[in-house]
């Protein structure tokens, strides 16, 4: 008796366990997935330093495939692996996947061939050591999740578990799909919306006085738009008062021309400016160069300055001005940072006074965009994006808790029932006694 008392309580501290290992080792995949989806540029450029590291270059025309199904893999199977949703495969698909991660993660922590593991994207940077340590708590989970997740149920019945699926899928595919085509939902990287990139920004001055005035043997302050007119009123003294500002953020950035000179960056404070960004000057496809022909001509009239900036080789810029027939200036600039500033290749940045107000893949903007007054839902929604998110998994969750109540609406019905039954039974049992 004793030992089967001690073996239950075992069992409920062993279903413990496997919850909350369920709860946090699917949160991480959840989260790592998430990251990746919404910046899958990214990724992409990630998966590309990898294969340039290890000097399997021979995988590069693959990278757009390992682009697409890291994130959506992660976050799925984090997922069902947090609800319980085919049990037995998302553990062993995760355990798979970390086979190949912890031998990887090691290597990475002892010889350092990437800086940044980008596990979990730009979001957050953890050093390779972390990343390998972190690798082995949830390998150790997951062998545990192995051995034990079947003894506690999935939230929702096999017969729709399916359905379970379906969402988070069509949830991250929109999130990766934004982020590729227009731009990351979340910017996680410096050039943020109100980021100045030049350094001729104007300062303002923090400090404010209060003037004190007296007349009839009362003192009264005035600020310097207040000053009385009444010349009853003698000046006393006066006072500094600190002013709560935000600082503003300047994020310089350095372009150089033909002759490798560095630019002046005053040239970006003048007004209204368009950054065409072109990483990979040789893989833009030419159909793009004729909407980028047409922005220019069309944002000449309306006072909006065109300047390229790529990457790119003398002898690749030069056979860029003959396929594109571009009359606009063109600079080279630091590749990694071409990446960081917008995503896309070609992107456009949209400055004002120097300062970024959107920025989005040439292929989503329109001419009325170049205005200061006018957007496309593209340009719109990247600059909500955080609010995009926010709406698209709250709709995510509400589909998933309608699945839940249809889950649970036999067991509904039948609570109902049982409750009508044992109601009624009362009642005769109650007339009975009346009787």
């Known amino acids: 008796m004793k030992l089967n008392f001690l073996d239950s309580i075992s069992e409920v501290w062993i279903k413990r366990i496997v919850v909350a290992l369920r709860i946090l080792i699917g949160a991480i995949f959840v989260f790592s997935g998430l990251v990746k989806g919404i910046d899958v540029w990214g990724v992409f450029y990630k998966i590309q330093d990898y294969l340039v590291a290890f000097d399997w270059k021979n ?4 990278t757009n495939v390992a682009t697409s199904i890291i994130p959506l893999f992660e976050f799925l199977f984090g997922f069902l692996l947090m609800i319980g949703t085919f049990r037995k495969w998302s553990v062993i698909l995760l355990l798979a996947l970390m086979g190949f991660m912890l031998p990887l993660s090691l290597y990475i922590a002892i010889f350092n061939p990437v800086a940044d593991c980008g596990c979990f994207g730009e979001a957050v940077v953890i050093s390779n050591t972390a990343t390998f340590v972190k690798n082995i708590f ?11 997740n079947g003894k506690v149920k999935s939230l929702y019945h096999p017969v729709i578990q399916w359905l379970s699926v379906v ?7 929109i999130v990766m799909s934004l982020g590729y085509f227009v731009q990351p939902l979340v910017d996680f990287r410096p050039y943020k919306l109100g980021t100045s990139l030049s350094n001729t920004t104007t300062l303002t001055d923090d400090t404010e006085f209060l003037f004190i005035y007296e007349k009839d043997g009362v003192k009264k302050e005035f600020t310097i738009e207040e000053l009385p007119e009444d010349t009853a ?62 922005l220019h001509d069309l944002s000449k009239g309306l006072g909006v300055e065109t300047i390229c900036l790529t990457s790119g080789s003398e002898s690749e810029i030069r056979e860029w001005r003959e396929l594109s027939l571009a009359d606009y200036p063109i600079f080279t600039m630091d590749d990694s940072l071409l990446k960081s500033m917008a995503r896309g290749n070609p992107a456009l940045v949209r400055l004002s006074n120097g300062k970024i107000i959107w920025k989005v893949t040439v292929d989503c903007v329109g001419v009325e965009d170049l205005t200061d007054s006018s957007y496309s839902v593209e340009i719109w929604i990247m600059q909500n994006g955080g609010k995009v998110l926010v709406f698209l998994a709250f709709l995510a969750l ?32 109650s007339e009975k006694t009346e009787a």
């Open 59 to 62: 995988l590069l025309p693959y």
């Open 138 to 148: 949830i390998t150790l989970g997951l062998v545990f999740l192995f051995l034990e």
């Open 167 to 173: 969402v988070p899928v069509v949830f991250l595919l």
């Open 233 to 294: 009123w003698v000046f006393v003294d006066r006072k500094e008062i600190k002013k709560e500002t935000s600082a503003e953020v300047v994020n310089h950035i350095s372009f150089y021309d033909e002759n490798g000179d560095v630019v002046e960056d005053d040239l970006l404070s003048q007004g209204a400016v368009a950054l065409l960004l072109v990483p990979d000057i040789d893989k833009v496809n030419v159909a793009s160069t004729f909407n980028i022909n047409d």
């Open 398 to 429: 509400l589909l998933l808790g309608f699945l839940y109540l249809i889950n649970k609406t036999p067991l509904l019905i039948k609570l109902g029932r049982t409750w009508h039954k044992k109601k009624k039974t009362n009642t005769a049992n």
